[in-house]
Nanobody, 124 residues
Framework: QVQLVESGGGLVQAGGSLRLSCAASGRTFSSVAMGWFRQAPGKEREFVATISYSGERTYYADSVKGRFTISRDNAKNTQYLQMNSLKPEDTAVYYC?????????????????WGQGTQVTVSS
């Protein structure tokens, strides 16, 4: 059974940092892209960042560019999201996703695998 399990969420003050992890099991994802999405209460799920299978190419939503960094360790079948300079508007449930249908890396409905989500709350 394929699973993506996120961890690292929590409560942090504005300006603080968190590092999310997404550990995959059940198959290897080293040959496919992965990504992060988030969903705030009352809003649609939105794209945050994506990373190519090798880790050489990354792409970010404008709202997080320069503050968030996506990375992956294929040996550990894990991807990460380092979040710095957090703002209250970053508050959301963050989801790990994997294996999108190319070239739709920014569209949540094109990813084949999802984690259960981890809550990130940024207080002002």
């Amino acid at each position: 059974q394929v699973q993506l399990v996120e961890s690292g969420g929590g409560l942090v003050q504005a300006g603080g940092s968190l590092r999310l992890s997404c550990a995959a099991s059940g198959r290897t994802f080293s040959s496919v892209a992965m990504g992060w999405f988030r969903q705030a209460p009352g809003k649609e799920r939105e794209f945050v960042a994506t990373i190519s299978y090798s880790g050489e190419r990354t792409y970010y939503a404008d709202s997080v560019k320069g503050r968030f960094t996506i990375s992956r360790d294929n040996a550990k079948n894990t991807q990460y999201l380092q979040m710095n300079s957090l703002k209250p508007e970053d508050t959301a449930v963050y989801y790990c996703a994997a294996d999108p249908v190319p070239p739709h890396l920014l569209r949540s409905n094109k990813y084949n695998y999802w984690g259960q989500g981890t809550q990130v709350t940024v207080s002002s």
